[in-house]
């Protein structure tokens, strides 16, 4: 079955708003990616975090780990049109592929 | 320069005809793959290879024919197509395949079978 899920599956803000996004899985990882998709558009790799890490930043985003839960969540702060997106997490086990979720479509509202 | 690029975009095409899609990245990767993506955005892993030898199969129809002629490039053929292909297919390209680092991803290719 699907590796990661993610929560909600549909997220609508408005612009300037945080937009907060949750993956949850079910086996022991390596690593846990975060990815953008734009509509019509390829995957876009926005950041990694690995298994003895717990918070990570890139700019407005942040993503937290938590290994005892398997769970991990996406921070997008002060939101604008152009984070419309789906947002996907992937989880890589050691010698193994990626495993993407189903995403999180995420509108921000002008 | 584009890091990972397919050909052709947009594919519309028969019930039983034959099409390749092309992907090529310029990254000095090792691994390459191929994954499709549903109506609903789910996204599955088909193959990957790694320097040019196949190193994951996923459960998909024999009709589905991945080709590395060198570790730029993985084109992917289709055998007599099905209403049931119809998806975005991807291609990507990480370093060494170990599920351990970031994999950059084509354009996609929108296959559309009538």
């Known amino acids: 079955s699907q590796q990661g899920e993610e929560d909600p599956q549909a997220l609508s803000i408005q612009e300037g708003e945080n937009a907060t996004m949750n993956c949850s899985y079910k086996t022991s990882i390596n690593n846990l990616q975060w990815y953008r998709q734009n509509s019509g558009r390829g995957l876009v790799h926005l950041i990694l975090?690995?298994?003895?890490?717990r918070e990570k930043h890139s700019g407005r985003l942040r993503v937290t780990l938590d290994t005892s839960k398997k769970s991990s969540s996406l921070l997008i702060t002060a939101s604008r049109a152009a984070d419309t997106a789906s947002y996907f997490c992937?989880?890589?086990?050691?010698?193994?592929?990626?495993?993407f979720g189903e995403g999180t479509q995420l509108t921000v509202n002008p | 320069d584009t890091a990972v690029s397919q050909t052709p975009k947009y594919l519309v095409t028969q019930m039983g005809n034959d099409k390749s899609i092309k992907c090529e990245q310029n990254?000095?990767?090792?691994?390459m793959y191929w994954y499709k993506q549903d109506s609903k955005k789910f996204l599955k892993i088909m193959f990957s290879y790694n320097n040019k030898e196949l190193i994951i199969n996923e459960t998909v129809p024999n009709r589905f024919s991945p080709k590395s002629p060198d570790k730029a490039h993985l084109n992917l053929h289709i055998n007599s197509l099905e209403l049931g292909d119809s998806a975005v297919y991807f291609c990507?390209?990480?370093?060494?395949?170990?599920?351990?680092?970031?994999?950059?991803f084509g354009p996609g290719t929108r296959l559309l079978v009538l």
């Open positions: 992937a989880t890589g086990a050691s010698g193994s592929r990626l495993t």
């Open positions: 990507a390209s990480s370093q060494d395949g170990t599920g351990q680092e970031t994999q950059y």
């Open positions: 975090i690995r298994s003895n890490e």
């Open positions: 990254l000095g990767h090792d691994t």
